[in-house]
């Protein structure tokens, strides 16, 4: 088959990754997303944060959706998974890190990081960002553009270890803005705390005076995605 070919039978491949993960995820709606590192162990006190956590948000009444392996995405689908929510694993395949865990109660597939970074956009009610790496930090900088440009509704960016991420947040400041490179109030966008029960208050908090399901203006945007 030559090239032009492959690339045209490539799109429907794409096609099918958006197409599947919208009829599963349309209905799981409100679901928060849970992101950290792949190489943290069950032992690691950041795995078992993120597994209370994420037991306290299915508990009330949240799906929570991770990348479906192993270490903090392990730790998100388990505690999902105990509680009384969806535990949704977006599962991707690389070459190495990346293989499924067990806790899933829906389980998606993807060849494409861009397909699966949508599904963590379009239905999450509020981002949970545990330490992590490159890719952690790739979906962070992902729902801060989007939110910051106005190309996603305005939800909850809670980062989770106030030690691990004071660092890049003092560089934001310091530096970022200092820089004439985003504005103060762009800080405004992230929260910082450490148990399940600021995360659940931060959640509450922003959505009292409001439903979590989107607007019709925010499902507009939402389409835009």
């Known amino acids: 088959m030559g090239t032009q070919k492959r690339e045209a039978w490539k799109i429907f491949q794409i ?20 992101y950290g590192s792949a190489r943290l162990k069950e032992d690691h006190p950041d ?14 009444g949240f799906s929570v959706i991770s990348g479906g392996g192993p270490g903090i995405m392990e730790a998100a689908n388990k505690g999902a998974f105990e509680g009384a929510s969806t535990s949704i694993g977006l599962n ?20 494409h990081f861009f397909a699966r970074k949508v599904m963590f956009v379009k239905y999450a009610a509020a981002y949970v960002v545990l330490p992590g790496g490159f890719g952690t930090l790739d979906e962070l900088a992902e729902i ?16 989770i270890n106030r030690e691990f991420w004071n660092g890049l947040l003092d560089w934001f400041k310091g530096t970022l803005v200092t820089a004439g490179t985003i504005s103060e109030s762009d800080l405004e966008l992230i929260q910082i705390c450490e148990t399940p029960d600021e ?15 989107p607007s019709a203006e925010e499902e507009e945007i939402l389409l835009e995605l």
């Open 47 to 60: 795995y078992q944060r993120a597994q209370a956590i994420s037991l306290a948000l299915s508990d009330a």
């Open 199 to 213: 995360v659940l208050d931060i959640i509450f908090d922003f959505y009292e005076h409001r439903g979590f399901q």
């Open 92 to 111: 991707i395949q690389l070459p190495h890190e990346q293989q499924s865990n067990p806790y899933q109660d829906i389980s998606l597939n993807f060849r």
């Open 144 to 159: 801060l553009t989007l939110v910051q440009t106005g190309k996603t509704r305005k939800i909850p960016i809670i980062l």
């Open 15 to 34: 096609i099918a990754e958006f197409v599947d993960g919208f009829e599963q995820l349309s209905h799981v709606r409100p679901a928060i997303s849970v």
